[in-house]
Nanobody, 125 residues
Framework: QVQLVESGGGSVQAGGSLRLSCAAS????????MGWFRQPPGKQREGVAA????????YYHDSVEGRFTISQDNAKNTVYLQMNSLKFEDTATYYC??????????????????WGQGTQVTVSS
Protein backbone atom coordinates (compact mmCIF):
# COMPACT_ATOMS: atom_id res chain seq x y z
CA GLN A 1 0.00 0.00 0.00
CA VAL A 2 1.08 3.55 -0.76
CA GLN A 3 -0.22 6.59 1.07
CA LEU A 4 -0.15 10.01 -0.57
CA VAL A 5 -0.56 13.39 1.07
CA GLU A 6 -0.79 16.56 -1.01
CA SER A 7 -0.07 20.07 0.18
CA GLY A 8 0.54 23.51 -1.26
CA GLY A 9 -2.81 24.43 -2.75
CA GLY A 10 -4.34 27.83 -2.28
CA SER A 11 -5.60 30.93 -4.00
CA VAL A 12 -3.57 33.01 -6.40
CA GLN A 13 -4.14 35.67 -9.01
CA ALA A 14 -3.80 34.89 -12.68
CA GLY A 15 -0.17 34.97 -13.71
CA GLY A 16 0.99 33.83 -10.31
CA SER A 17 2.68 30.63 -9.18
CA LEU A 18 2.08 27.80 -6.75
CA ARG A 19 3.98 24.67 -5.90
CA LEU A 20 2.17 21.50 -4.92
CA SER A 21 3.86 18.74 -2.98
CA CYS A 22 2.94 15.08 -2.67
CA ALA A 23 4.59 13.03 0.06
CA ALA A 24 4.47 9.27 -0.45
CA SER A 25 4.84 6.61 2.21
CA UNK A 26 4.42 2.86 2.45
CA UNK A 27 5.61 0.52 -0.28
CA UNK A 28 7.02 3.31 -2.42
CA UNK A 29 9.61 0.97 -3.96
CA UNK A 30 6.79 -0.50 -6.05
CA UNK A 31 5.82 2.83 -7.64
CA UNK A 32 6.69 3.27 -11.33
CA UNK A 33 4.92 6.53 -12.06
CA MET A 34 3.71 9.48 -10.05
CA GLY A 35 1.14 11.79 -11.54
CA TRP A 36 -0.85 14.92 -10.94
CA PHE A 37 -4.46 15.06 -11.99
CA ARG A 38 -7.07 17.77 -11.61
CA GLN A 39 -10.81 18.10 -11.59
CA PRO A 40 -12.19 21.54 -12.46
CA PRO A 41 -15.62 22.47 -11.09
CA GLY A 42 -18.32 20.60 -12.97
CA LYS A 43 -15.86 18.76 -15.20
CA GLN A 44 -14.20 15.39 -15.34
CA ARG A 45 -10.83 14.71 -13.84
CA GLU A 46 -7.92 14.97 -16.27
CA GLY A 47 -4.24 14.18 -16.28
CA VAL A 48 -1.89 17.13 -15.85
CA ALA A 49 1.64 15.78 -15.48
CA ALA A 50 3.44 12.56 -14.68
CA UNK A 51 6.95 11.37 -13.98
CA UNK A 52 8.59 7.99 -14.29
CA UNK A 53 10.14 7.51 -10.88
CA UNK A 54 12.98 5.39 -12.18
CA UNK A 55 14.14 7.22 -15.26
CA UNK A 56 12.77 10.68 -14.55
CA UNK A 57 10.93 11.03 -17.87
CA UNK A 58 8.15 13.57 -17.65
CA TYR A 59 4.83 13.91 -19.42
CA TYR A 60 2.46 16.87 -19.64
CA HIS A 61 -1.00 17.72 -20.82
CA ASP A 62 -0.85 20.15 -23.72
CA SER A 63 -2.66 22.82 -21.71
CA VAL A 64 0.12 23.04 -19.12
CA GLU A 65 3.20 22.33 -21.24
CA GLY A 66 5.76 25.05 -20.66
CA ARG A 67 3.99 26.39 -17.56
CA PHE A 68 3.99 23.43 -15.17
CA THR A 69 6.95 21.33 -14.11
CA ILE A 70 6.81 17.99 -12.33
CA SER A 71 9.83 16.89 -10.35
CA GLN A 72 10.76 14.42 -7.66
CA ASP A 73 12.99 14.18 -4.63
CA ASN A 74 13.63 10.49 -4.17
CA ALA A 75 15.31 10.97 -0.82
CA LYS A 76 12.13 12.52 0.53
CA ASN A 77 9.71 10.33 -1.46
CA THR A 78 8.10 13.55 -2.60
CA VAL A 79 6.85 14.73 -5.96
CA TYR A 80 6.30 18.39 -6.78
CA LEU A 81 4.24 20.28 -9.30
CA GLN A 82 5.55 23.77 -9.93
CA MET A 83 2.80 25.80 -11.55
CA ASN A 84 3.72 29.10 -13.18
CA SER A 85 1.74 31.58 -15.25
CA LEU A 86 -1.46 30.26 -13.73
CA LYS A 87 -4.69 30.88 -15.57
CA PHE A 88 -8.28 31.03 -14.39
CA GLU A 89 -8.92 27.72 -16.14
CA ASP A 90 -6.31 26.03 -13.96
CA THR A 91 -8.75 26.30 -11.07
CA ALA A 92 -9.43 22.76 -9.87
CA THR A 93 -8.94 20.22 -7.17
CA TYR A 94 -5.51 18.69 -7.78
CA TYR A 95 -4.82 15.07 -6.94
CA CYS A 96 -1.57 13.22 -6.62
CA UNK A 97 -1.54 9.60 -7.74
CA UNK A 98 0.85 6.67 -7.90
CA UNK A 99 0.89 3.54 -9.97
CA UNK A 100 2.84 0.33 -9.91
CA UNK A 101 2.38 -0.55 -13.57
CA UNK A 102 5.05 0.39 -16.07
CA UNK A 103 2.94 0.04 -19.19
CA UNK A 104 0.11 2.37 -20.12
CA UNK A 105 -0.32 6.03 -20.91
CA UNK A 106 1.41 8.13 -18.31
CA UNK A 107 -1.63 10.39 -17.94
CA UNK A 108 -4.21 7.61 -18.08
CA UNK A 109 -5.84 7.90 -14.69
CA UNK A 110 -7.37 4.43 -14.80
CA UNK A 111 -3.85 2.99 -14.60
CA UNK A 112 -3.15 4.61 -11.23
CA UNK A 113 -3.57 2.57 -8.08
CA UNK A 114 -3.27 5.08 -5.26
CA TRP A 115 -4.69 8.56 -4.83
CA GLY A 116 -4.28 11.44 -2.44
CA GLN A 117 -7.13 13.37 -0.90
CA GLY A 118 -6.76 16.36 -3.19
CA THR A 119 -5.82 19.98 -2.71
CA GLN A 120 -7.70 23.00 -4.01
CA VAL A 121 -6.13 25.50 -6.38
CA THR A 122 -8.12 28.63 -7.12
CA VAL A 123 -6.92 31.16 -9.69
CA SER A 124 -8.69 34.48 -9.82
CA SER A 125 -8.75 36.49 -13.02
Amino acid sequence: QVQLVESGGGSVQAGGSLRLSCAASGTTYSVQFMGWFRQPPGKQREGVAAIHTGGGDTYYHDSVEGRFTISQDNAKNTVYLQMNSLKFEDTATYYCAARTAYWGGALAQHTYDYWGQGTQVTVSS
